[in-house]
């Protein structure tokens, strides 16, 4: 099942089932992280019946677009700490984004008049459908209600100003999620991921090259702290972001950054200087 958070004509935002083409509303639910705070999310979703739409042209904002926690994962993919001349780590790199950060997959990506170094990093998000606190590796599974796409774009000027990374990773619409959360029976992590911008891939590397995989990140973050229902866990990212490149390249103003991941779908974004 495809799940995804729809901007409607009134200036609202509902949640939606994709099948196909046609997007159909879930009644009563604001958007995917709603929904997913009902015990009941998978069966209302299959259920639903509502007023449907064209996928073709839809106006989506982030799938989950208020989560409670988003905790990203730094060093995460073995070519991406080689190219950063880092040594694999024995435990998790955690920071943080907060949710004013995150934009549609077709949004516009803020170019900050601060920051002339904003690099991308393409990311498997999981999404957490049930809560649990100390979830065993085991049980993992149990606890997430799918994946999506997201790209960490990063300051890196500001990333590297001290050794805590937060400020040059949460700035204000510059993290693209989405479309679509896919539940796990749909979607296995291991395809491929790639970034591309104005068509030249950057990154691609499957999904399952991690370091950590999704189950040990949902039993190891929730040793720290309970994980809810909409919560994200941004996987890492791999080798080919602009800073590790010779010359070092980053975005531009005008220029497209497409993030895809087989089987969860592509964010299109339009990189714009910000007012």
Known sequence: MRLLTLRTSAGTTTAVRQDADTLTEIHGFSDVGAL????AWAAIAEAAHGATHAYD????AAVVPSP??????????????KEMGREIPEYPTLFAKYAESLIGPNDDLALPQESDTVDWEAELAVVIG?????????????????????????????QFRTIQWLQGKTWEKSTPFGPALVTKD????????????????QQQTPTGDLVFTPEFLVSYISTIITLNPGDVIATGTPGGVGHAQ??????????????????????????????
């Open 130 to 158: 049930k809560k649990g606190r100390r979830i065993s590796e085991a049980d993992a599974a149990d606890h997430i209600a799918g994946y999506s796409v997201l790209n960490d774009i990063s300051m890196r000027d500001y």
């Open 36 to 39: 997913l705070r009902d015990p």
């Open 68 to 81: 409670g926690k988003i905790i990203c994962v730094g060093h995460n993919y073995r070519n991406h700490i």
């Open 57 to 60: 042209g839809a106006d989506l």
């Open 186 to 201: 749909e979607f296995t992590a291991g395809p491929l991921m790639t970034s591309a911008v104005d068509g030249e891939i």
């Open 246 to 275: 010779d010359p070092k390249r980053y975005l531009q103003e005008g220029q497209l950054l497409v993030t895809a991941i087989e089987g969860l779908g592509q964010l299109n974004n339009r990189v714009v200087k910000e007012a």
